[in-house]
């Protein structure tokens, strides 16, 4: 089983400018089962796009995304007759992706119905199993989601994405909105939640160091594309591009303490996609850039072992 | 140590209809050209903290004891009209979203000219002196910023002309509430480094709010560690971070993913969620979520206390981890 992403582009048009916005322009990954990929960047690179993607909720404007071989945007179109959904989608903030009126047993009933997941007098056990499963107490399923705390209702988002068996989870920024004191649990959970069911995991965040310490293959990506890519140890180690040495040095590090050093690393700020720029779309706030970068569109290429750099100017 | 710029002795924040303690007994200050920083987990009362020391505690909320002391005058007790003088010409704030501070329909430069006339400023030059503040905060093209709406901006943008507006008036002390966590991780940096930059060339104090150690770990002088609306520890941001002696500061950072970990060995979390600062009592408020609680820690409060690192609210200090 692989995720593929084949030279995969999504178009958006503007309706009152007509404007077309490239949000993700070219992107290929494969990913073998059982692995995480960590998808980083900051806003506007085409993570989240991406990530709806692959869970079927937008069509690629050319180029393929397939799962086992099979495309799963025709997939997702099936997807109320086909018996489970082997990819499931976990967002940011559980708030907004439960249903304040409904006890969090039911919101994961209604999983397990809508699909018939399970036979009708075995739903409760199933309810149960899952909240289990995720560390959460069964007695709390007659709960409301404002009744938990942040990391419980994001246990919560987890158990009902986990009621179809899926294979895949794709998490976008799953503990960005959690407190500090929680989020080391839902990440624990997460690692456990992997190993104990051979999940595969597209793990988005624009915070490098959980991404760091969940992702066996990491993607940087940067207006639409990915600049580099590879094994989390020779991305982060290692970098090459001067998109991800960026990156790395603007993480707020808490074990580095009072040299009241803050060196801004790029200049300038993220280009309107809407209006990209020619040639490598990072050669504006680039520190290596030469003169030919505004011209020379950049591909990806190997530089050791599966770590890919789309840079001309890295020798 | 030299005489304080600003000092909070006892503040204690509370509802107004059921009197709810969300602040409890806060007493800190802040030196000339110091900077503080507050670390705590949402409800751990530090941005009521930082409103009360402008007099801006929404409605529903207000102090009921203590006193904050900025030039002999108390701004808990100041009139409307003492307070007014001294926002934005001694103490200014920044807010984590600019849309909040600025006017959504008026251009950018009038909006700065107006904080300069309505706090009595010198208005003869002030057109130059918004240009001069834009161009100080790095924005690009000055005179178009005048003549530009907030939504023409982006959100970093929009971030540099609310820190230009609460610099324009050469405050004392500048309060920030988390105004980078919206921000992408390159822009934060760069509104740091821009905060550094002038915090050292005007020598000017600032109290730092955030959720992220990382943030303030290379930014402030001094940490304060909120936990249910008290303070837990204080201490030099170096003590602080190497050396916590509250468990609940040693746990947090412990939980967090360090970058020089290669065999990225499980986050240390810890169990259960902070409580509602009025439900706790005479008690060690992490006592339940803390491995070293015992009996004293349940049934009475532990008072901060200096130790040879820092100064921790704790029956039970951490002791020498290095």
Redesign the interface.
């Known amino acids: 089983m692989t995720l593929s992403i084949t030279d995969v582009t999504k178009r958006y048009k503007i309706r009152v400018t007509r404007a077309q916005v490239n949000a993700l322009n070219g992107v290929t990954i494969d990913l073998p089962a059982k692995k995480t990929l960590g998808i980083v960047g900051e806003s506007g690179c085409g993570k989240s796009t991406l990530a709806r993607m692959i869970v079927g909720l937008e069509q690629p404007s050319s180029g393929t995304v397939t799962w086992n071989g099979e495309p799963i945007f025709d997939k997702a179109r099936n997807m109320l007759s086909s018996k489970h959904s082997n990819i499931q989608l976990v967002f940011q903030d559980p708030y907004s992706s439960l249903n304040p009126r409904q006890k969090i047993g039911d919101s994961i009933a209604e999983v397990l119905t809508v699909h018939h997941l399970v036979e009708k007098d075995a739903v409760q056990a199933r309810i149960a199993e899952l909240l289990t499963e995720v560390g959460i107490s069964p007695e709390l399923a007659h709960r409301y989601p404002h009744q938990l705390s942040g990391g419980q209702r994001q246990r919560v988002s987890i158990a009902r994405a986990l009621a179809s068996q899926p294979d895949l989870l794709v998490l976008d920024e799953p503990v960005s909105a959690l407190d500090v004191s929680v989020r080391a649990e839902v990440m624990n959970l997460l690692i456990d939640l992997r190993e104990r069911l051979g999940l595969t995991y597209i793990f988005i965040s624009h915070d490098l160091s959980m991404i760091r310490h969940i992702s066996d293959q990491i993607a940087v990506m940067y207006l639409g594309k990915i600049v580099e890519s590879g094994p989390w140890d020779s991305v982060l180690e290692n970098p090459q591009h001067p998109y991800t040495k960026a990156l790395i040095a603007a993480m707020p590090d808490h074990t580095e303490v009072g040299n009241n050093a803050y060196e801004a690393p790029l200049k300038g700020e993220v280009p309107d996609p809407a209006s990209m720029p020619t040639g490598c779309a990072f050669h504006l706030r680039c520190p290596i850039a030469v003169p030919s970068c505004s011209t020379n569109a950049q591909t990806l290429r190997e530089i050791e072992p599966n770590h890919q750099i789309a840079c001309q100017e890295v020798k | 140590m030299s005489k304080p710029l600003i000092e909070i002795s006892n503040l204690t924040v509370s509802t107004t209809d059921d009197n709810r303690t969300l602040v409890n007994d806060v007493s800190f200050s802040i030196a000339p050209g110091e900077a503080v920083g507050v670390v705590g987990?949402?409800g751990s009362g530090k941005t009521l903290t930082a409103l009360s020391l402008l007099g801006l505690l929404p409605r529903g909320v207000h102090a009921t004891s203590g006193s904050i002391t900025y030039g002999g005058k108390d701004l808990l007790t100041a009139d409307r009209e003492t307070l007014r003088s001294i926002r934005g010409n001694e103490i200014a704030m920044i807010y984590q979203d600019p849309m909040t501070a600025l006017n959504p329909v008026m251009k950018l430069g009038a909006q700065l000219i107006e904080v300069i006339q309505s706090h009595g400023g010198d208005t003869s030059n002030a057109m130059e002196r918004v240009l001069t503040a834009f161009s100080e905060v790095g924005i690009p093209d000055p005179k178009r910023a005048y003549e530009s709406y907030p939504h023409e901006f982006?959100g970093?943008?929009r971030q540099r002309v609310m820190i230009a507006m609460a610099l324009i008036l050469s405050p004392q002390l500048l309060i920030a509430d988390e105004p980078t966590t919206a921000l992408?991780?390159?822009?934060?940096?760069?509104i740091?480094?821009?905060v550094?930059q002038e915090r050292r060339k005007r020598n000017m104090s600032m109290l730092w709010i955030t959720?992220?150690?990382?943030?303030v770990?290379?930014?402030v002088d001094r940490v304060i560690v909120m936990y249910a609306g008290r303070i837990v520890e204080v201490g030099?941001?170096?003590e602080v971070?190497?050396n916590p002696q509250h468990p609940y500061t040693a746990?947090?950072?412990a939980?967090?993913?360090?970058?020089?970990d290669?065999n990225?060995t499980?986050?240390?979390?810890?169990?259960g969620?902070?409580p509602k600062p009025w439900t706790v009592g005479e008690s060690c408020a992490f006592s339940p979520r803390c491995s070293k609680a015992d009996q004293q820690c349940r049934s009475s409060l532990p008072v901060l206390a200096t130790n040879t690192h820092t100064d921790a609210a704790c029956f039970h200090l951490m002791g020498d981890n290095s």
């Open positions: 987990e949402s982006s970093g943008m992408d991780v390159t822009i934060q940096q760069q740091l480094a821009l550094m959720h992220d150690l990382g943030v770990a290379n930014l030099s941001v170096k971070f190497t746990g947090l950072l939980s967090l993913p360090k970058a020089s290669k990225r499980r986050l240390l979390s810890i169990p969620i902070p």
